[in-house]
Structures are given as structure tokens and as C-alpha cells.
């Protein structure tokens, strides 16, 4: 029997909020059955998963290390999905904000200056909204498809990055590594508590969600750029801007990206690596949609994926897990996700077929 799906004329909205429990449970279910045919063992992995993380008080605060990019990255690719603009390339934005803000220490070692923060903080913006400026330019002028063009970019930048560390940038002390200099304590962020990595850049995606709060749920700002990416005909008529949508959301989201970067290089790796991203940028998505694209509802996305995490480092030793494994977890809940959620908006119906139909015009 062939189904096709009809929409709803009212979505549950008790549905759309036990839609990301239905994602991780799923997950956690088809999970468990691939460990078991793996032969690993389930409950000890689980254990790494979510209980691990939270057992002492360094794994808490390296917790929330991977929460702070993880927020930033994902408020901001959500006010983008809502206007429906599909920037599937912060992890690109990234890696060239770190760059951008790796240029002030890496060409001033010697500097003391207490505007190196500042300048690092710049030049991360700057470099990644001039990356998302790229396809914002493409987008509206020759209308060039956005997810096309922003993973194109992420590549460019990945080898950019790769260019740099292998060559003009490379540390000459540095055994050979493709990694800089390590940056001076000015050109760092200050550790909050002793003896461990999380550091005050912990407070920029804590604001950060604040104003994305405001600026899409209580700003006219807001509504119009959703309406403007959303119905872009309606927009024009109404007096709002597409291009503007897309321009807007597309360098929000390099913004932030960008601030993600010089907060990595500046926070817990004090240089610049060829791993300085650890996949924010692409994990950021299913952050966005694992919290329903409500800034309140990222922040819970965050913080599960951050203890998902830090829970797969665990597990890959105590349970011995492949490295691949929390990429599959969050594989699985993104599909989960969409799946539940789609049937949330969506109700199966049989389809007519062909021969159906002509069966019933003979009789």
C-alpha cells in the first residue's frame, strides 16, 4: 500500500514539545541494539554516557566548555533556519574566525597589550561574517544555492587552515606539529576556576542567547526577518526584504561562528591547531533543530549534546567504543528528530495509485 503524507490543520503543540524526548529515547533504543550486535556493553556505555560526565567536578565544567560554541554556533544557525536560509557552513566560519583572530598573537609574540582580546574578538567576527558574506553575495545576486555554497566554503577554509599551520604559521619549536606558537596569557581568556579549562568566554553565548531571545521573540525585527525568508512574495508586499533575510541571517550566524573560533583559540587550546572546530560547526545544526529552533530550547540542546560529548570520550576508553560513535548517536537523533517531528505536522494517508484509480473510473 503506498502512503503519502497530509498535513495537519492543527499541530499538537503537547507533541512538539515531547518531540525531542521521542528523538533521544529512539536514539538510546536503536543505540543500544547496535552495541549489542557491536558485543559491547550497553549499560557500561550508557553509564559513560550520561552519568560519567557529571561524577566530578572537572568533567562538569569540561562540560560546559563544549556547551558555550555548541549555543553560540547553534542560536544563531537557527534564526537562519527559521527564515529559511540553510547555512550549512559555520564550521568554515569557524576555522576562518580562528584564523582571523589567530593573526594578533601569532605576528605579536612578544605583545603585553591589553587590547589583544579585544583584537582577537574583532578579527574572529569580522573573518566570519566575511566567509558568510560570500554566500550571502551568492545568494542574493545570482541566486546560488546557500548549502551548496557553504559547504564549499568550509572546504576552502579547511585547507586554508591546513596551508597556514604547514607553512607561514607553523612552529618552528613545534616538533613538526601543524600547530603555532602558544599564545601569550594576554591573549587569552582567564580560567574561571583553578585547575581546570572552562574560562570566562562561557559568558558570550550566555548573552548572546539573551539578545537572539529578544531580538526573534519580542522584536518586530525578528518577525520580519522569519517573514521575509519564510514568504519572501508576501514580504515584498508587505515592505519587508528578502535579500535582507538572508544577508542578516547568514551573518549572524558568521558572527557567532566566528566569536566560536577565537573563543577556542583564546580559551581551552591557546593556539591554533588543525582540529580548533572539534565539529561545532556541523554539530551545531542538530543543536538547532534538536531544540525545535527556540532560542530557550537550544539551551537544553546544547547542554545534552555537550554531555553526549564528554560522555563518547569516556566511553571510548571504559567501554571501548570506536571514535565514531557519538557521530552516530548524533546521526540518529537528527533523523529521529525530523522523523517524529514531521509526523507531528504530517498524518499518513493512503494513496490512490494508478491502477486504483483506474479501476474505479471503469466500474
Known sequence: ???????????????????????????????????????????????????????????????????????????????????????????????????????????????????????????????????????????????????????????????????????????????????TVMFQDEALFAPLFSGVRLNTSIFIPIAFTIAVWLLMEKHFAGFKLEVGGQAPDAATYAGFSAKKAVWVSLLLAGFAAGIAGMSEVAGPIGQLQRSVTSGYGYAGIIVAYLGALHPIGIVFAAFFLAVLQIGGDVALVSADLPISAVQVFQGLLLIFYLSVYTLVNYRLQPARTEKTASQGVSS
Not at 12 to 24: D, E, K, N, R
Request: hydrophobic content about 60%; charged content about 10%.
Open 1 to 179: 500500500m503506498v502512503f503519502k503524507l497530509v498535513k495537519r490543520e492543527h499541530a499538537s503543540q503537547w507533541m512538539l514539545l515531547v518531540t525531542p524526548l521521542l528523538a533521544v529515547l529512539l536514539s538510546i533504543v536503536v543505540s543500544s541494539l547496535l552495541l549489542v550486535i557491536l558485543g559491547k556493553p550497553v549499560l557500561l556505555t550508557m553509564h559513560s554516557f550520561f552519568i560519567a560526565p557529571f561524577e566530578n567536578f572537572y568533567s562538569i565544567t569540561e562540560v560546559f566548555l563544549k556547551f558555550g560554541p555548541l549555543l553560540l554556533i547553534a542560536q544563531a544557525l537557527a534564526v537562519g533556519f527559521r527564515a529559511k536560509v540553510w547555512n550549512i557552513g559555520a564550521e568554515g566560519q569557524m576555522i576562518i574566525g580562528a584564523i582571523c583572530a589567530s593573526a594578533v598573537p601569532v605576528y605579536f609574540v612578544d605583545s603585553t597589550s591589553g587590547w589583544m582580546l579585544p583584537a582577537m574578538a574583532l578579527l574572529g567576527a569580522i573573518g566570519g561574517m566575511a566567509w558568510a558574506g560570500i554566500a550571502a553575495f551568492l545568494k542574493t545576486r545570482f541566486n546560488a544555492n546557500e548549502i551548496l555554497v557553504t559547504l564549499m566554503l568550509s572546504a576552502i577554509a579547511l585547507q586554508l587552515l591546513y596551508y597556514l599551520l604547514l607553512g607561514p604559521w607553523k612552529d618552528p619549536m613545534g616538533f613538526n606539529f601543524p600547530q
